[in-house]
């Protein structure tokens, strides 16, 4: 059995913003059992659950939010949540956008792990599917499948020096941690400079992106195929907008933001209409996801 977990006080990070290069704040507290995890913007005028039906742009970061108030960048913070298996809490957000802080979500999980990561006496809900599902987006894909644990498997085929890289990872808390959560933001030089240009990634540098000169990565590798490792870490937070925890074997080849999105809006939907999908609390044994993570070395 799987049990609800929040906060054991608040977190609580500031920085700039990559896109817009703004100062921003987020304050993250514990919340009860069953409240979910939800935002607040616009000084508390605006709050609304992490949910995938409140994503409103996919194309640089995952940007959520509703007609009045938005925030951008929110796949980092959410994937430390969802890695660390915090089911409750409330993101108090000053600014457009999260803090990008390094790049990763190390500085997100070890504070979430510092503020503590408490047990409530609640059962958690999770995300099952019957059947497989397959998503498309031109030359990427996302296939669903039935599992009692979280599995991702993800490969990506980027321009050098970047080239192929595969991961293969079951997750729960330790395995987040220690595989995932230090894996930066990447890049080319060539599209830094142009954004730049276009006044995009006004906040972006060394300090919290991996760049990519045409001949190697300008700052030292954490692992050797950090950046499939940072595709996983996007996925885990786009996927905490199902609101359930994922039982889910996933493969993808080359999949972003926005196939994200739609998947997850779809399973939702799926299981709102009974069609395949179910978010319930699990009672039966699923948290035997496996103890090791096998990275393609
Ligand atoms: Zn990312």
Redesign the pocket.
């Known amino acids: 059995m799987q049990v609800q977990r929040t906060l054991g006080a608040a977190a609580r990070f500031a920085g700039v913003g990559l896109h817009t290069g703004a100062d921003a704040r987020v304050c993250v507290e514990p919340q009860p059992a069953g409240a979910g995890r939800s935002f607040v913007l616009a000084g508390g005028d605006v709050t609304f659950p992490a949910h995938a039906e409140f994503v409103v742009d996919t194309k640089r970061?995952t940007v959520v939010g509703t007609r009045d108030a938005t925030v951008s960048?929110v796949?980092?913070l959410l994937s430390a949540l969802a890695g660390l298996g915090v089911d409750n809490a409330r993101i108090v957000c000053d600014g457009p956008e999260i803090p990008i802080l390094d790049?990763s979500a190390a500085e997100f999980a070890r504070a979430f792990v510092r503020a503590g990561l408490v047990t409530q006496g609640a059962t958690r809900d999770v995300l099952t599917v019957a059947r497989p599902f397959v998503f498309t987006d031109g030359d990427a894909m996302l296939v669903v499948a039935p599992s009692d644990a979280f599995r991702v498997r993800f490969a990506v085929d980027f321009a050098p020096p970047v080239g192929a890289q595969f991961i293969d990872t079951a997750l729960d808390g330790n395995d987040y941690f220690a595989e995932i959560a230090a894996a930066r933001?990447f890049g080319y030089l060539h599209e830094v400079e142009a954004l730049r240009a276009a006044g995009l990634a006004r906040g972006g540098s060394l300090e919290n992106a991996l760049v990519f000169a045409p001949e190697g990565p300008m700052t030292p590798l954490r692992w050797h195929n950090e950046v499939v490792r940072?595709k996983v870490?996007?996925l885990i937070?786009d996927f905490a907008l199902l609101g359930a925890w994922p039982a889910l074997d996933i493969v993808s080849v080359k999949s972003g933001h926005r196939l994200h999105a739609r998947a997850t809006a779809a399973l939702r939907a799926s299981a709102f209409a009974g069609d395949g999908a179910t978010i319930a609390p699990q009672t039966a044994r699923v948290g035997s996801a496996r103890a090791e993570t096998r990275a393609a070395r």
Do not use: I, N, R, S
Request: net charge negative.
């Open positions: 970061a960048t796949e980092h790049g933001t940072h870490l996007d937070g």
